[in-house]
């Protein structure tokens, strides 16, 4: 196995990543499930990763990269070189309002019954 996954580094690259990505989230909604249910912990869990991940990308467009004030990196100016990080704070916004209307809306249904 130990050959196999040093033989391709991308394909280890992904496995990583994969297993990174679902030992994070899968441990926050594990213990949100415990405590809140099924329905209500993946809600919070959405919610609360979707806001950190805005907070985050945030402070990644506000503050990066560090070191000299990049003025020319290959063609890029500073305002292109954070278009992905700008991308990537908008759609975890975007997530994270879907996360919030929906707990908003799965209140609603409980006080309802």
């Known amino acids: 196995m130990r050959s196999l996954l040093s033989a391709n580094l991308f394909v280890t ?13 899968g441990t926050i909604y594990l213990l949100n499930y415990t405590n809140l249910g099924k329905k209500l912990g993946f809600l919070v869990t959405g919610a609360a990763v979707g806001g950190w991940m805005t907070i985050g990308s945030l402070l990644y467009v506000l ?32 997530v994270f309002v879907a996360f919030v209307v929906a707990l908003n809306q799965y209140e609603k249904a409980q006080e309802g019954e």
């Open 13 to 25: 690259g992904i496995i990583l990543f994969a297993a990174a990505i679902l030992v994070f989230y």
């Open 63 to 94: 503050y990066a990269p560090r070191g000299p004030r990049p003025v020319e990196i290959e063609g890029l100016n500073p305002f292109e070189i954070r278009i992905i990080p700008i991308t990537y704070m908008v759609v975890s916004f975007i």
